[in-house]
Antibody, heavy 124, light 110 residues
């Protein structure tokens, strides 16, 4: 069965950096796009970024563009989110999610399976 | 990339039906048939309920159904059960490989 396990969260000062990881198993990681979605404490879900199955295409929410970078490592079946110049409003639980369908088509990229999330706190 | 608008809360008695709306624009909900819905119980990760407006993944009860009219998508829960108490979020493709979530709706079973 699909499993997604995030790690790398923690407490960081404003302006600092953090790299999140998401270890995937139970499916062919190399055939599916992947998303990052975040949820601030007590708030709703916010889409953050998506990367294509082969890693060449990456798209971001305006709120993180230029500060966050999504990437993936094939042989390690792992997704990453490099977060730089962090701000207090980046404080959230960060989920990795798998795209619904194989490869890269607009009609099959909706998130389906979700990990349990890793908490990022940006505070002085 | 403004969040899609959902009612903060809806409620119903066991066995009744409730409908949650999700209103966007022609850039997202109205322009694409790629609306999905998620259920999130307290302290848990979201669970995939509906994709492509009205399709159910395997394992999701047929009590959950989706539809769309213009810029508004809807999730209907029929035969409401106590285990349906949760937060529900819509999500729409917004073009250029971006996505937008709804503001979320809390469903209470009376």
């Amino acid at each position: 069965q699909v499993q997604l396990v995030e790690s790398g969260g923690g407490v960081v000062q404003p302006g600092g950096s953090l790299r999140l990881s998401c270890a995937a198993s139970g499916y062919n990681f190399n055939n599916y796009g992947m998303h990052w979605v975040r949820q601030a404490p007590g708030k709703g879900l916010e889409w953050v970024a998506i990367v294509s199955y082969e890693g060449s295409k990456r798209y971001y929410a305006d709120s993180v563009k230029g500060r966050f970078t999504v990437s993936r490592h094939y042989s390690k079946n792992t997704l990453y989110l490099q977060m730089n110049n962090l701000r207090p409003d980046d404080t959230a639980l960060y989920y990795c999610t798998k795209a619904r369908g194989v490869f890269w088509f607009e009609n099959n990229l909706s998130p389906d399976f979700w990990g349990q999330g890793t908490l990022v706190t940006v505070s002085p | 990339q403004s969040a899609l608008t959902q009612p903060p809360s809806v409620s119903g008695s066991p066995g009744q039906s409730v409908t949650i709306s999700c209103t966007g624009s022609t850039s997202d909900v109205g322009g694409h048939n790629y609306v999905s819905w998620y259920q999130q119980r307290p302290g848990k990760a979201p669970k995939f309920l509906i994709y492509d407006v009205s399709e159910r993944p395997s394992g999701v009860p047929d009590r959950f159904s989706g539809s769309k009219s213009g810029n508004t998508a809807s999730l209907t829960i029929s035969g409401l059960q106590g285990e349906d108490e949760a937060d529900y979020y819509c999500c729409s493709y917004a073009g250029s490989y971006s996505f937008v979530f709804g503001t979320g709706t809390t469903v209470t079973v009376l």
